[in-house]
Each structure stands twice: as structure tokens, then as C-alpha cells.
């Protein structure tokens, strides 16, 4: 059981939500960014220990902290595709996955 579980005390300025359910899952909440109408975009993760959700829950919030900015330089950059529909510009999944592993490999080489 942790402090935050106990009642301890609260956690850390800027530490996810995390916390155990009555049927011993852990569940964590993670701010990736802020919605059009300013409230926080907030997601959810599961694991068994709680270990393994503030791992997933770390990486959720690292993979969505980079900035629209940001995003659109490595779009103009070529290392991110992008699909149109009108006048919108969607990245897929697939594309989402390959600049990962383009990221893997250069940090690989580095």
C-alpha cells in the first residue's frame, strides 16, 4: 500500500494519479495535453502492479509531450507522414510507429 493509498500524504507535484481498485488492479491517469475548451485531456492506464502503471503511464505522457509546433517542423522535415482528408491532416498509427522506430534507430547509432 502506498501513502497515497494509506493516507499518508499526497503525492508530488506533477506525479500522475495512481491508485489500487477494491479488486487489487491498479489504475493510473495521465494529462497529455488540454482540450479545445482548456479542460485537461487526461487517459487512462491498467496493470497489475503498481510499478507497471506508473511505467505506462510515464511513457503515455512522454510520447504525447511534444508540442503541435514541434510536430509540425518533423512533419515539414519528412520524418513524419501525414494523410489529408480535405482539409484535414491525420497521423496514422503506422506513421506514428515508424517515426518511433526511426527515433529508435538514431538514438541506436547515437
Not at 505522457?61 to 503541435?68: A, D, G, I
Amino acid at each position: 500500500m502506498t501513502a497515497a493509498t494509506a493516507g499518508e500524504g499526497r503525492r508530488p507535484s506533477g506525479r500522475s494519479s495512481i491508485y489500487q481498485a477494491g479488486n487489487g488492479r491498479w489504475h493510473g491517469w495521465g494529462t497529455v495535453s488540454t482540450k479545445p475548451d482548456g479542460s485537461p485531456d487526461l487517459r487512462h492506464r491498467e496493470g497489475a502492479t503498481e510499478a507497471e502503471v506508473t511505467k505506462k503511464v510515464a511513457d503515455l505522457v512522454t510520447v504525447h509531450r511534444m508540442s503541435r509546433s514541434e510536430t509540425y517542423e518533423q512533419i515539414r522535415a519528412g520524418r513524419i507522414q501525414t494523410v489529408k482528408q480535405g482539409r484535414a491532416t491525420f497521423i496514422t498509427v503506422g506513421d506514428v510507429a515508424a517515426y518511433v522506430k526511426l527515433l529508435e534507430q538514431e538514438a541506436e547509432a547515437a
